[in-house]
């Protein structure tokens, strides 16, 4: 009855995929969208029109992005229902409100206004224009928001409560919900490595313009720009980024081992694994290199407290396991007869603790039933892949402080008018364009892979999740996602690369010291 | 001073008390997302002001008579 | 009534509202790209075709994306039982869907008449697909669905429920053929709004059309529907009962779906105001009043949906595997807390959108012809 093992490892990967690829559109959006509005900005309040050729240019390839980002958006709205019925059951009251808000307050802005700024700039005056892109900016972070704040519940909850008449999460506290402060750090720690990524592209395309000078006047203002915006959105996401680690050490104690591989709690304050090899067969690391002191000074933001390493936290899955099955034997009485009040107490009084005992249903169907083999072996499933979560953080962060000390050097050398002509570092720029899609895409595996076995953390496992499709069904819906996407991607890839290659529509090769001249009669003359 | 203008301070003022209540508010039930807000502005305008640099040390440059592409 | 109670038949009505926000607004739309083809026949009048909703039909767009959302956020044992067994239509939908942005973006990016070509028939298909498909599912929750829940509340289908039972013939030919008879005029208004000459032409001849097409299957669909299982609610029902599908209880009869109509006859005003609405439009259209035509169609759209919740009320989805488990307003709802937030939510922002939604087509009115198109391409504007 229950999904098989190979349904729900389907559907995880369908899951994986489709939002790690809409992931590679969405950063570009948001970040793009507020360093537009900068430009912009610069254009009303000085009245240069390269500014404003830099608004539309940006914008154009703003557009081509925003395109696939909505496309695939769509799939992930409804993709909680299609493949995660029983989660969108029990969490629904909770989980479905942020993403209705996310619908009314943020996309419809973004949507509606993102049509206004790229066909209202004869329409309207340049502050009506400034308005417009600025709420296209706001929109596409209020979207973040609200997407965050859901995904804050499933790696925090708070706010809500079982309840045990209707068998699902209950919103007890909407303050709670939306002030989640796992939500918020989440938050702040996505829009700005979002900027940082649309720093790095605003600075790769415009130092492929210098290489070849071409469009230099604009490229040059870009690149200052960008580089700054780069610099301090970089500095956020590390403080950000802090900020979340310490706030998960409370919150969710595996993902932390996990992400450190530390498998024994160590005596205050805990080493840094710089580099290791992790084993999940052994569970031990096969070799590391780890600076005293550091980790637990880092995670904690104090000198004695301990950091739980793996195995202690696999003897608290094990109590809690056990404190969980009276939850759910309650909880099944409770169905058959909802007027039983010992039934209600028992469950009260272990409820927090029954998402451990659906986590032992997958092990002992019956859990009144289990083996301590059993439950050892639903304890350390509580445990996500060690070398999975240890290498995607351990590359984010590594990633996210080489593209710091590049805003550091970017903005000196803009700062100082010499970037043309540093070739090295021009050529460097472009390189460094797949690293920031990279970092965040190992900053959603860390978040997502090391809140396993989990969907919502602590109470919901994945694997009860999931619906009850054939294996038949999956392989068809997977396979149909990856061919359509990877044509997606083929094309977008081709027009980005060609709208950078055609440039910003002033003339090739004049530049823009004959800016006075509105754009179309230099266009016209050329032609 | 005439009403409207009268009107259109007093409009002000109160979106300024407005602002600094929900700010208040904000920083106490969402430190973070207080700190977007005003990181986020912070982060505009600089960029804003970068470019607007740019323009000043390009004038600069200019009455130097140095063209960076030769 | 108690509180609870209300706030499931508002979230109801409300739910009404968005299926009307995405008949009208993405209907529309989808329309424009199943006669594309049609209404422009060169390549200049297709991209000035396409041009007159280019700066909307990404907000339009948002309304199908909302109604995800709400669906979830309000009867969230609708969303997660039904897109899950819906799930090769659901594919379906989002396949298409998904080429919509891309059509509209990527078309008129190359120069080349074979690129266009495909995109111009990918934008049939995701206008034509995902109307006929969002029809079809209305279509079955008049049919009933192979459903039923286990003692923790996960849903099963027994039977599975496959691409054949999903289309069948009442499901796609009245609910999927309603939709995309609607849809169409809905695009011919929306573009002899902006167009003149040839365009407007063809525009007015598919929207007679159309007007006709969705009067013919709205009657036949009557008559059908009169002839199908209906569903109801038995027992004891109490509005404010928690919502757990297990606790209630409900029948299956023929013609139950007309039930409501012939206990409360006022309702047959709402089925007769399809009819008018279109007979209206219909006669805007020859006497050359675009705008009063758009919101005739928008009218109909609105009594098409409110005959659907006439009818249907206050079932949401029925099951015919275990029909005690059938889906009600009562049974599937949200909580009292998250209905009334929500609520909230939803009435700052709804009324929010409709003002600014009305300044976006404000600011970007105006008839459109092919050769402004070539002139802003001479200038080196954006367009589509």
């Known amino acids: 009855m229950e999904p098989t093992q190979l349904v729900v490892d389907l559907s995880r990967w369908q899951f994986a995929i489709t939002v790690l690829y809409h992931f590679l559109f969405v950063p570009l959006t948001i970040g793009l969208a507020v360093l537009i509005a900068a430009i912009e900005t610069v254009y009303v309040v000085t009245g240069r029109e ?54 009314l307050m943020a996309f419809f802005l973004e949507s509606t206004f993102v049509g206004l700024m790229f066909f209202g700039w004869d329409r309207l005056s340049r502050g009506k224009h400034l308005f417009v892109t600025y709420m296209v900016a706001l929109g596409s972070n209020l979207s973040a928001l609200w997407i965050l704040i859901a995904n804050g519940f499933m790696q925090a909850p708070s706010g809500a409560r079982l309840d045990p008449f209707t ?92 992400m450190e591989a530390m498998w024994h709690t160590e005596k205050a304050p805990a080493g840094l694994n710089l580099i290791a090899f992790p084993s999940s067969r052994e569970q ?68 927090k603790d029954i998402g451990y005992a659906f986590l032992l249903q997958r092990y002992a169907p019956n859990v009144a039933k289990a083996t301590p083999a059993q439950v050892e072996r639903a304890a350390r499933k509580t445990i996500p892949s060690v070398p999975v979560v240890f290498w995607a953080f351990h590359l984010m962060v590594y990633f996210g402080f080489t593209m710091l000390a590049f805003f550091v050097l970017a903005t000196m050398f803009s700062l100082m008018r010499s970037e043309y002509r540093r070739r090295w570092f021009l050529r460097l720029s472009l390189w ?63 027009l980005m690369r060609r709208a950078i290659i055609e440039g910003p529509a002033t003339a090739p090769g004049k530049d823009d010291n004959t800016q006075a001249l509105p754009t179309f009669v230099l266009k016209g003359g050329s032609a | 001073m005439t009403t409207s203008e009268l009107l259109r301070y007093a409009g002000w003022f109160a979106l300024a008390l407005l602002a600094l209540a929900g700010a208040a508010i904000l920083s106490y039930w969402a ?25 000043r040390q390009a004038r600069e440059q200019g009455a130097h008579g140095e063209d960076p592409l030769k | 009534m108690e509180a609870y109670a209300v706030l499931k038949v508002i979230w109801w009505l409300l739910l009404g509202v968005l299926f009307m926000g995405i008949g009208i607004m993405i209907g529309q739309d989808m329309g424009v790209g199943t006669s594309l083809r049609y209404l422009g026949r060169t390549d200049r009048e297709r991209r000035a075709v396409l041009n007159m909703i280019g700066p909307h039909w990404d907000g339009n767009q948002v309304w199908f994306i909302l109604g995800g959302g709400a669906i979830f956020a309000a009867f969230p044992t609708v969303y997660a039982t039904l897109f899950s067994g819906l799930y090769i239509v659901m594919l379906l939908l989002l396949w298409s869907m998904i080429i919509r942005p891309l059509g509209f973006e990527y078309r008129s990016k190359l120069d080349s008449p074979r690129w266009r070509e495909r995109w111009d028939w990918a934008l049939f298909l995701s206008g034509f697909i995902p109307m006929l498909v969002f029809g079809t599912a209305i279509g079955n929750a008049l049919r009933g669905f192979p459903f039923r829940f286990n003692e923790i509340m996960q849903s099963f289908y027994p039977h599975g429920f496959g691409f054949y039972t999903l289309f069948n013939p009442f499901s796609v030919l009245i609910g999927g053929g309603m939709a995309v008879a609607l849809s169409l005029y809905q695009a011919g208004a929306m573009v002899s709004l902006r167009s003149e000459g040839l365009i407007l032409a063809r525009a007015k001849r598919m929207m007679r059309a159309a007007a006709v097409l969705a009067m013919v299957i709205f009657t036949i669909g009557g008559i059908w529907l009169s002839q199908l299982n209906g569903y109801a609610p038995s027992g004891t029902i109490d509005p404010a009962m928690p919502a757990n599908p297990l606790a209630s209880s409900a029948i299956m009869a023929k013609g139950a779906w007309l039930h409501n109509f012939f206990t409360h006859p006022a ?23 675009p705008q009063w035509a758009w919101w005739s169609g928008a009218i109909a759209w ?69 050769e402004d198109i070539a002139q802003r391409d001479k200038k080196g504007e954006e367009s589509y």
């Not at chain 1, 796992?182 to 492929?208: E, G, I, N, P, R």
């Not at chain 1, 034997?329 to 009084?349: H, I, M, S």
């Open chain 1, 284 to 351: 031990k690391n096969l070799w590391s290199l780890s600076v005293p002191w550091i980790g637990g000074m880092m995670l904690t933001h104090a000198f004695d407290k301990p950091i739980p390493g793996v195995f202690e936290l696999e003897a608290q899955a094990r109590r809690r396991i056990y404190n969980g099955i009276p939850a759910l034997l309650a909880l099944e009485r409770l169905q058959k007869t909802p007027g039983d009040n010992r039934a209600l107490t028992t469950f009260r009084q272990h409820e």
């Open chain 1, 167 to 258: 068998m699902r999460l209950q919103l007890s506290s909407f303050a709670n919900l939306i002030f989640n402060p796992d939500a918020q750090t989440k938050f702040v720690h996505t829009t700005a490595a979002s900027y940082v990524l649309a720093a790095v592209f605003v600075c790769a395309v415009s130092a492929w313009y210098l290489l070849r000078k071409r469009h230099v006047e604009l490229a040059r203002r870009s690149f200052r720009m960008a580089a700054i915006f780069g610099l301090f959105a970089s500095l956020a996401v590390i403080t950000l980024g802090d900020a979340s680690g310490f706030k998960d050490v409370g919150v969710q104690p595996p993902k932390i081992a996990a």
């Open chain 1, 432 to 494: 460094l364009l797949v690293l920031p899609y990279l970092t965040v895409e190992l900053g959603w595996i860390t978040a997502e892979m090391g809140r396993q076995p989990w969907t919502v953390y602590g109470i919901l496992p994945t694997w009860l999740s999931a619906s009850t499709h054939s294996v038949a069904y999956m392989i068809f819906s997977l396979a149909g996602f990856i061919g359509l996407y990877t044509v997606f991607i083929v094309i977008e890839i081709y």
């Open chain 3, 302 to 370: 609105m009594a098409t949906i409110g005959t659907l919740g006439a009818a249907m009320f206050p079932i949401l989805a029925p099951s015919y595997v275990n029909i005690d488990q059938s889906l009600t307003v009562w049974n599937a709802s949200s909580s009292p807390r998250t209905l009334a937030w929500m609520l909230g939510f939803a009435l700052v922002f709804i009324p929010l959108i409709l003002f600014y939604t009305g300044w976006a087509f404000r600011v970007m009115r105006g008839k459109i012809r092919p």
């Open chain 3, 267 to 289: 309702l047959f005003i709402v089925p007769i105001l399809v009819y008018i609405a279109l007979l209206a439009g219909s006669w805007f259209t020859r006497r050359n009043r």
């Open chain 2, 31 to 55: 430190p973070w997302y207080f700190a977007w807000v005003v990181g986020t502005v912070m982060i505009i305008l600089i960029t804003a002001f970068a470019g607007a640099l740019y323009e």
């Open chain 1, 50 to 103: 390269i500014f404003r050729d830099m608004a539309k240019f940006w914008g154009k390839l703003f557009l081509i992005n925003f395109a696939l980002g909505v496309a695939t958006g769509l799939t992930m709205e409804f993709q909680f229902g299609t493949n995660w019925s029983f989660y969108s059951y029990f969490v629904g009251d909770v989980f479905g409100a942020p993403l209705a808000i996310e619908g």
